[in-house]
């Protein structure tokens, strides 16, 4: 049983690619980490992730295989609620009901919506605009306390918190207002490779802009060494005018619990080749045990199903009950 001191946590991610170390760490570390104090439902965003074109087969393959690589990563589906956004209706219909309570230009605001439509002009579906309604819809069925985003979502967070205080307004409390945690890792962005004033992106054209959970020891390595730096062979944090080596240095502090002023430390006087190797090395060997489990987990299709069916269930279950108020308040007939 949960302890009552114990706050709701709600977060999700999309299956939209490879999963890089930046979603690890901007994301799924602080996951399996705040699991020990709070009562956590995770989401696989399948929903969000079609506001750009997906293909059937592999939109499929990485919402499975992205449970597997979630559970691989310490997401504990015991304590924690973890399921398929897709396969709980709910959370259309909130939306749904939401929507009517949002406005357009709310939406239009979003510096998301702003940036992704400009980029997807032969794309540009209503979707991309609605998306913050339905992550509001996410958050707000789990009765939600705290949502570990990145800085990036923290404008559709606070979407969701206005239109939960818009609807306890119009009509009595329904939805508790959500509060956006950001962690010291949280706050840690991993920028790309091959840009390093870019974040690092699953949807980079360049795969050596980003390294991925499953990519192999030698491939890990050859990207380090790859990765853009400066010339003058000094190891130390800047981001401002070393912005190569002081991502690199962040990726080695998160992979070895190290601090940045103990890595710098460490690399006094060390040359850039081998600086960059070890970093590689460390990612790699962080890694390997968490590959290794992501194996034989993904070869379980049955445990995989087990996982998602229990999650739907377990979180059908709270859902349902915030849905079954709001239909209530708005006032749809529901019989005698
Ligand atoms: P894409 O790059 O394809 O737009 P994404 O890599 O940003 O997608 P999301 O699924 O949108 O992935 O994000 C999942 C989580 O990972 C979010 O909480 C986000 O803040 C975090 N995240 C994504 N990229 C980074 C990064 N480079 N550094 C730290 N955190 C990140
Ligand atoms: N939009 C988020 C994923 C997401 C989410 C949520 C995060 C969907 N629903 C609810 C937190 C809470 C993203 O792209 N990172």
Same mark, same amino acid.
């Not at 460490?266 to 489990?293: C, D, H, M, S, W």
């Given at each position: 049983?949960?302890?009552?001191?114990?706050?709701?946590?709600?977060?999700?991610?999309?299956?939209?690619?490879?999963?890089?170390?930046?979603?690890?760490?901007?994301?799924?570390?602080?996951?399996?980490?705040?699991?020990?104090?709070?009562?956590?439902?995770?989401?696989? /965003?399948? #929903?969000? +992730?079609?506001? &750009?074109?997906?293909?059937?087969? *592999? @939109?499929?393959?990485? =919402?499975?295989?992205?449970? /597997?690589? #979630?559970? +691989?990563?310490? &997401?504990?589906?015991?304590?924690? *609620? @973890?399921?398929?956004? =897709?396969?709980?209706?709910?959370?259309?219909?909130?939306?749904?009901?939401?929507?009517?309570?949002?406005? *357009?230009?709310?939406?239009?605001?979003?510096?998301?919506?702003?940036?992704?439509?400009?980029?997807?002009?032969?794309?540009?579906?209503?979707?991309?605009?609605?998306?913050?309604?339905?992550?509001?819809?996410?958050?707000?069925?789990?009765?939600?306390?705290?949502?570990?985003?990145?800085?990036?979502?923290?404008?559709?967070?606070?979407?969701?918190?206005?239109?939960?205080?818009?609807?306890?307004?119009?009509?009595?409390?329904?939805?508790?207002?959500?509060?956006?945690?950001?962690?010291?890792?949280?706050?840690?962005?991993?920028?790309?490779?091959?840009?390093?004033?870019?974040?690092?992106?699953?949807?980079?054209?360049?795969?050596?802009?980003?390294?991925?959970?499953?990519?192999?020891?030698?491939?890990?390595?050859?990207?380090?060494?790859?990765?853009?730096?400066?010339?003058?062979?000094?190891?130390?944090?800047?981001?401002?005018?070393?912005?190569?080596?002081?991502?690199?240095?962040?990726?080695?502090?998160?992979?070895?619990?190290?601090?940045?002023?103990?890595?710098?430390?460490?690399?006094?006087?060390?040359?850039?080749?081998?600086?960059?190797?070890?970093?590689?090395?460390?990612?790699?060997?962080?890694?390997?045990?968490?590959?290794?489990?992501?194996?034989?987990?993904?070869?379980?299709?049955?445990?995989?199903?087990?996982?998602?069916?229990?999650?739907?269930?377990?979180?059908?279950?709270?859902?349902?009950?915030?849905?079954?108020?709001?239909?209530?308040?708005?006032?749809?007939?529901?019989?005698?």
């Amino acid at each position: 049983m949960h302890q009552t001191a114990q706050k709701r946590l709600f977060s999700a991610i999309q299956p939209s690619g490879a999963i890089t170390i930046g979603n690890y760490i901007g994301a799924i570390q602080n996951w399996a980490a705040l699991q020990q104090q709070n009562d956590c439902i995770f989401a696989i /965003a399948d #929903l969000h +992730a079609i506001t &750009v074109q997906q293909v059937p087969e *592999i @939109l499929r393959k990485n =919402s499975r295989d992205l449970v /597997a690589l #979630l559970l +691989a990563c310490g &997401v504990d589906c015991k304590n924690s *609620i @973890l399921f398929l956004q =897709s396969q709980l209706s709910y959370h259309i219909e909130l939306m749904w009901l939401l929507s009517s309570m949002c406005y *357009i230009g709310e939406l239009s605001r979003m510096t998301q919506f702003k940036d992704k439509s400009a980029k997807k002009e032969e794309n540009c579906n209503a979707g991309l605009m609605t998306y913050p309604v339905l992550m509001a819809a996410d958050i707000l069925l789990y009765q939600t306390e705290i949502v570990p985003v990145g800085a990036d979502q923290k404008q559709h967070l606070e979407l969701a918190r206005n239109l939960a205080l818009r609807f306890n307004n119009r009509y009595s409390q329904t939805f508790t207002l959500p509060e956006p945690y950001i962690t010291s890792n949280g706050q840690a962005k991993i920028f790309s490779l091959q840009e390093p004033t870019k974040k690092m992106s699953k949807s980079d054209v360049n795969s050596l802009s980003y390294i991925t959970l499953l990519d192999k020891k030698e491939e890990i390595i050859k990207k380090c060494k790859r990765a853009v730096t400066d010339s003058d062979n000094q190891i130390y944090f800047d981001c401002q005018n070393k912005a190569g080596i002081s991502n690199l240095l962040t990726i080695y502090s998160a992979f070895t619990g190290k601090s940045i002023a103990e890595a710098e430390m460490q690399f006094k006087g060390v040359g850039y080749a081998n600086f960059k190797e070890t970093v590689g090395e460390a990612v790699a060997k962080y890694l390997a045990p968490i590959q290794e489990r992501y194996r034989e987990l993904v070869a379980d299709k049955r445990y995989i199903d087990t996982v998602l069916r229990d999650g739907r269930e377990r979180a059908g279950d709270i859902a349902y009950k915030t849905l079954r108020k709001v239909y209530k308040k708005i006032g749809f007939y529901r019989g005698e």
